[in-house]
């Protein structure tokens, strides 16, 4: 990357940069290959936040269904994450995960499971079999004490699990119907897909491990017994490690690094599988080289950017995120590393432009609290708007969910140092209430600023990319306007 006019002496947040148009004989969004540069090269350079109100099982699996990574927290017992994890390695990579009830669950019980998924359907099983399928729209009317099998439809397309996306398209527009469940040999529930998600299985490739299934990683502190941690994550079949905590660049989490690399060393070598380590977060190179010499393999990017974090207007300390992904990529570069941009990003053009400072992926955490797949519960507000909470993960909330197991004078102590917000409102988009709604419009607008700098990888695009210097009047002249001035 260069900058289009001699760089400035100051820190750049996204919102401060624009990226110029170059010569290109790229000619079509799909002829670009969005496979990440972080090492993991997973087909989509994005990972869901180790935050609590953001990745669980729902939100890993369709992650890693469209190509991209979830990071489960630290906060969740090891025993928990492992049984997430075998039912996200479990998961059919092509057909969603569907929401299933039994023919005696109540119509109030069905509609709330069905709001956990996007494709908008509950399969009624009876024996392991399908017998029908609820959507809110059967269901309107029902008293909610009725049953699944009271509203249910019996009309349903079942195909084989075998069938590809395309031939399930086919069906689906030959029948006119919305959803297809596919099925094994035996009859039994395999998953479901919709017509948009048969279009999306053509675009989007999955992230799978070495035996075709789907990925994930999970989240580890760095205070307590770091090795059975380490340990414990390694065995429940986590595909990358995040060694994870606010300041990065501290003698705690370089001695807890090195406790995770000896362990994943000899985890290698009793298995032959190797696993990345990510640590952060860090700001400057100074932490990129002390991180990566104690055994980072990815350095995570981003103190203060992010929608839930008070550590800025509470510490002053930080940094703009632009400039703190493009000093640390090149030094993790220099170094045979990658970073990841953590925070900060609210559009497209934010992801893009990380990605052109260097990052290797992505980090997206609030703004995928507000989906279907993310880890809360639909709530209504006044109005009538449908929202999930979220809360930062060094606030006074997690903070108690992090110290559950210490006593209530050190819980009590640790929860007057609160550095988040604990309790925020991420609206439903109407328009993109599911994440795979949010990832079509981000990779799209990722490959077109990939067609714009004449960049077929994103490799090519970090090399291409020219950026410029721009004031808080270009920036809002760059925004849409959604009615008459």
């Known amino acids: 990357m260069r900058f289009l006019n001699p760089a400035p002496r100051y820190d750049l947040t996204y919102s401060d940069v624009f990226m110029a148009p170059s010569r290109s004989d790229v000619t079509s969004r799909l002829d670009v290959d969005l496979t990440s540069t972080d090492g993991l090269a997973t087909p989509l350079p994005l990972v869901a936040a180790n935050m609590t109100a953001v990745s669980g099982r729902r939100m890993a699996e369709t992650m890693a269904r469209?190509?991209?990574?979830?990071?489960?927290?630290?906060?969740?017992?090891?025993?928990?994450?492992?049984?997430?994890?075998?039912?996200?390695?479990?998961?059919?990579?092509?057909?969603?995960?569907?929401?299933?009830?039994?023919?005696?669950?109540?119509v109030g019980e069905t509609l709330s499971l069905i709001a956990k998924r996007a494709h908008g359907v509950a399969v009624v099983l009876h024996d392991r079999k399908v017998v029908g399928l609820v959507s809110p729209g059967d269901a309107d009317g029902a008293d909610r004490f009725a049953q699944a099998k009271d509203v249910m439809t019996t009309d349903v397309t079942l195909v084989d699990a075998d069938t590809g996306a395309e031939d399930v398209f086919a069906t689906l527009s030959e029948r006119h119907q919305k959803v297809a469940v596919a099925i094994d040999g035996d009859g039994a529930l395999v998953g479901i897909m919709t017509s948009k998600g048969a279009l999306r299985s053509r675009i989007y490739s999955p992230a799978l491990d070495q035996r075709g299934r789907l990925r994930t990683g999970v989240a580890v502190g760095i205070n307590g017994d770091v090795a059975s941690k380490v340990r414990a994550a390694l065995e429940s079949e986590a595909d990358v490690l995040v060694m994870d905590t606010a300041h990065g660049h501290q003698d705690k989490m370089i001695q807890s690094l090195e406790v995770a690399r000896e362990t994943r060393d000899q985890f290698l070598a009793e298995t032959g599988r190797h696993v990345l380590i990510v640590a952060g977060n860090v700001v400057t190179a100074?932490?990129?080289h002390d991180l990566v010499a104690a055994g980072a393999d990815i350095l995570k990017v981003g103190v203060g950017p992010g929608a839930m974090c008070t550590t800025r207007m509470q510490t002053g300390v930080g940094r703009p995120q632009f400039s703190a992904v493009l000093e640390c990529a090149e030094a993790a570069r220099e170094a045979g590393k990658a970073v990841w941009a953590d925070g900060g990003v609210k559009y497209p053009r934010d992801v893009a432009l990380a990605l052109a400072a260097g990052a290797g992926s992505v980090m997206i955490g609030s703004w995928f609290a507000g989906t279907h797949e993310s880890t809360g519960d639909h709530l209504v507000d006044?109005?009538?708007?449908?929202?999930?909470?979220?809360?930062?993960?060094?606030?006074?909330?997690?903070?108690?969910?992090?110290?559950?197991?210490?006593?209530?004078?050190?819980?009590?102590?640790?929860?007057?140092?609160?550095?988040?917000?604990?309790?925020?409102?991420?609206?439903?988009?109407?328009?993109?209430?599911?994440?795979?709604?949010?990832?079509?419009?981000?990779?799209?607008?990722?490959?077109?600023?990939?067609?714009?700098a004449g960049a077929r990888t994103l490799e090519e695009f970090h090399d291409r990319a020219v950026v410029g210097i721009q004031s808080s009047s270009g920036y809002e002249e760059g925004r849409p306007v959604h009615r008459s001035w």
């Open 66 to 106: 469209r190509g991209g990574l979830a990071i489960f927290p630290q906060d969740i017992p090891s025993d928990v994450v492992a049984r997430s994890i075998a039912k996200v390695k479990a998961a059919h990579p092509l057909f969603d995960t569907a929401v299933s009830v039994a023919p005696d669950t109540t």
């Open 286 to 288: 100074e932490g990129v």
């Open 382 to 452: 006044h109005e009538g708007r449908v929202y999930k909470e979220s809360f930062g993960m060094a606030s006074a909330r997690a903070v108690r969910q992090r110290t559950r197991e210490q006593s209530a004078f050190e819980r009590a102590r640790a929860a007057l140092f609160e550095e988040g917000i604990s309790s925020s409102r991420m609206y439903l988009d109407p328009e993109r209430p599911g994440v795979e709604d949010l990832l079509d419009w981000i990779t799209s607008g990722v490959r077109s600023s990939c067609t714009y």
